[in-house]
């Protein structure tokens, strides 16, 4: 095995050569290569660097958006951070990031590492690393056909939290029951925050369509929910054992970004808390910290093409989706709405949870509507199945077209379509999955992540 | 839309609990298509609490798949309280659609990988196991070819670390033309018993199968009113044209 010097010499060797091939700043590639060089690749870059501070970000929807939050306010303060902005959230992702951050002799010159990582790879990371905090945003149905089961996964967390000691704080959203049940498991030695939003802040009383968690994971009667925010996150109890979260964490007033949706509060809400406890920042300071903030590509980026506002929201899971559609209902004007369903290896294989999107409220604002992907044909089921208007192809544009609906595998193609079908000033809302995303962005942007 | 005077309605069992991959789009279908057919259809949710439902007030059976914390929760709920329900709807010949965990509650016994062993309902002649070292689901997309549609494969997803072995005397619901059925060895898909049928597809498997959810509703109108004479169908093309371009 190569002693650390020589890791990362060859991984710079490599970063420098893929590089000049160009592809793409969030290549794994280099982190691979020192991973197989050394395995404990990770866990000695760190230890060589014993005084970075070191958050992780998980859970299924906002890592990328909170994650960008807290680096981005302590930046604003003028900290050196390393971070994984372009989202690669796996074991050799971090591994190419830390490379790249280290010289030769394996020192960072960084003030802290602030990193999201994913669901699966987060106890694996564990091992390599003990970080000061853990913020876990919350857990949905996502990639389930990747992932087996909910349950299996706050399952291993909870495993790997058994084994942490008193150094790490556990930042957990008190709003998710699952997660809220990681800190009532959590050994003594484990200090534990809960962040979460006033109940008077929540807009719904029913849980949504694409609720999962909804047990009492004490005693497993049905939980009963005061406010609904979204899905199952909400102000609950059980009325069978008393179960009920305390001491949450919540904004103060002053606290404001330009972000929209209950989902982005959370992730706001998340990260302040982080930066609080790790760093001892202040309130006062954080809202002049958090001022200017953009969110990353993808999430709520607004773009403008040929003077129509185009707005690319990853939806990629049931809650994601039902929260960005939520987001474009708070949009004026008149709106163009492209789907993009992908399912390569990054999207997930399986696409039922596409019948656990509540599609009601996008049939009912859009003007047009716009299918495209690798299975474009089953999402306009879906849409056919809340319209219930045929679709037919039509010989002359070769598309396949319903009420309002087009339905088109050729994906520049329909973007353009879109873009010069909507009136001039008005928005064209892109829903991809994630590749379809990255696809979206690399076409509408002419840039490439 | 309603055009003639039939009318069905649909036991949804365990909503809440067994709703895990989508089945709510295989409700819907159902629906949908009675909808578009002429019928109007009704969904009756049936809970652990709900109020008692006689088998005379059902004409469909549907229920889904969940994760194991909740299957068990709706298992000891479906053999103490609705057993006798779910057994005078499958004499009487109602159909029934029982997706991957619901499947496996309708057969003789699931076998966990820790050797725990959980009694079902044992109407199904089968049973299932899990193997020791769970590391190895059976996922992917999986076609099959059943007798009851032998022009037309039906397709969908599975996604299931159970193995279920049906009994010899046991029909299943189909032979697998692409992907692992019910165990990965034997080329079996599902079971078929009485009108009900028990499948691990998910996609969820009826939107994109149009000539099984009208399999279901034509079965049930027939149980109800006898032949179905009159009733049409809507058109099945759009599905076609999906279950072409799966990429799979």
Request: proline content about 5%; aromatic content about 8%; glycine content about 10%.
């Amino acid at each position: 095995m190569f002693n650390l010097s020589a890791t990362v010499f060859i991984g710079r060797v490599s970063v420098f050569l893929i590089g000049l091939f160009g592809t793409g700043r969030g290549s794994t590639w280099p982190g691979e290569i020192a991973l197989s060089l050394n395995k404990h690749f990770i866990r000695d870059l760190v230890r060589r660097n014993p005084t970075l501070k070191i958050i992780l970000i998980t859970g299924t929807n906002g890592k990328t958006t909170t994650t960008k939050l807290i680096s981005y306010m302590l930046r604003a303060q003028g900290r050196q951070i390393v971070s994984n902005e372009a989202g690669a959230n796996l074991t050799n992702g971090i591994a190419s990031v830390l490379l790249k951050a280290s010289d030769l002799a394996g020192q960072i010159k960084a003030d802290g590492l602030v990193l999201e990582i994913d669901e699966n790879a987060l106890p694996h990371l564990l091992k390599d690393l003990t970080p000061d905090a853990i913020v876990v945003l919350n857990l949905f149905r996502d990639q389930l056909d990747r992932y087996g089961e909910i349950n299996a996964i706050s399952a291993k967390w909870s495993n790997a939290f058994s084994q942490l000691d008193g150094k790490t704080k556990l930042v957990l959203n008190g709003n998710d029951p699952e997660i809220f049940n990681l800190g009532r498991m959590a050994g003594d030695s484990v200090p534990v925050h809960y962040f979460g939003l006033e109940k008077e802040k929540m807009p719904n009383k029913q849980l949504g369509l694409d609720a999962d968690q909804i047990f009492c994971p004490n005693c497993l009667h049905k939980l009963t929910f005061d406010a609904v925010a979204y899905s199952h996150v909400g102000a609950f109890h059980c009325s069978k054992c008393g179960l009920v979260p305390t001491k949450i964490f919540t904004l103060p007033a002053t606290t404001k970004t330009e972000l929209i949706g209950l989902f982005n509060e959370y992730n706001v809400t998340a990260a302040v808390l982080a930066v609080e406890l790790v760093w001892n920042l202040k309130p006062d300071e954080i809202s002049q910290l958090l001022k200017g903030f953009k969110p990353s590509f993808g999430r709520q980026e607004e773009l403008m093409i040929d003077g129509r506002r185009v707005l690319i929201q990853l939806s990629k899971n049931p809650s994601g989706f039902n929260q960005a559609i939520s987001i474009m209902n708070q949009l004026e004007g008149p709106k163009s709405v492209v789907v993009i369903l992908n399912n390569r290896i990054p999207d997930g294989r399986d696409i039922s949870w596409i019948w656990d999107v509540n599609f009601r409220p996008l049939v009912n604002h859009a003007d047009k509507i716009y299918v495209a992907g690798d299975r474009a044909f089953d999402m306009a089921l879906r849409l056919k199945h809340e319209t219930g208007r045929d679709i037919v192809f039509q010989p002359t544009s070769q598309n396949y077209t319903g009420e309002n609906i087009t339905v088109s595998q050729d994906l520049p193609a329909l973007i353009g379509q879109a873009i010069q079908e909507t009136p001039s000033g008005g928005r064209v809302v892109i829903f991809p999955t994630y590749s379809a995303m990255l696809e979206a962005r690399k076409i509408v942007a002419g840039k490439k992540w | 839309m309603v055009t003639n005077n039939l009318s069905l309605k649909l036991g949804w069992f365990y909503p809440d609990l067994m709703s895990t991959y989508g089945d709510y789009g295989n409700v819907l279908t159902l629906q949908n298509r009675a909808a578009w057919a002429g019928i109007k259809l009704e969904v009756v949710k049936i809970e652990i609490d709900s109020q008692p439902v006689t088998s005379h007030e059902l004409d469909l059976v549907f229920m889904g798949g969940s994760q194991d914390r909740q299957q068990s929760i709706a298992s000891k709920d479906l053999i103490g309280d609705k057993r006798p329900l779910i057994q005078a709807l499958m004499e009487r010949g109602v159909p029934g659609l029982f997706i991957c965990g619901a499947y496996q509650l309708m057969g003789d016994y699931y076998l966990t990988a820790e050797g725990e062993t959980i009694e079902g309902l044992k109407f199904f002649n089968l049973y299932t196991k899990q193997l020791p070292t769970d590391n190895s689901r059976l996922i992917g997309p999986i076609t099959i070819r059943s007798e009851l549609f032998p022009n037309v494969p039906i397709v969908g997803f599975e996604n299931h670390g159970g193995r279920t072995y049906i009994g010899s005397q046991a029909k299943p619901f189909g032979r697998v033309l692409t992907g692992h059925g019910n165990n990965g060895q034997d080329q079996n898909e599902g079971v078929i018993h009485q009108n009900f049928i028990g499948t691990y597809l998910h996609g969820p498997i009826l939107p994109v199968n149009p000539v099984l959810t009208d399999w279901l509703l034509k079965k049930a109108i027939e149980i109800k009113y006898g032949p179905t004479a009159g009733v049409q169908f809507s058109s099945q093309d759009f599905e076609r044209i999906t279950r072409e371009h799966i990429n799979g």
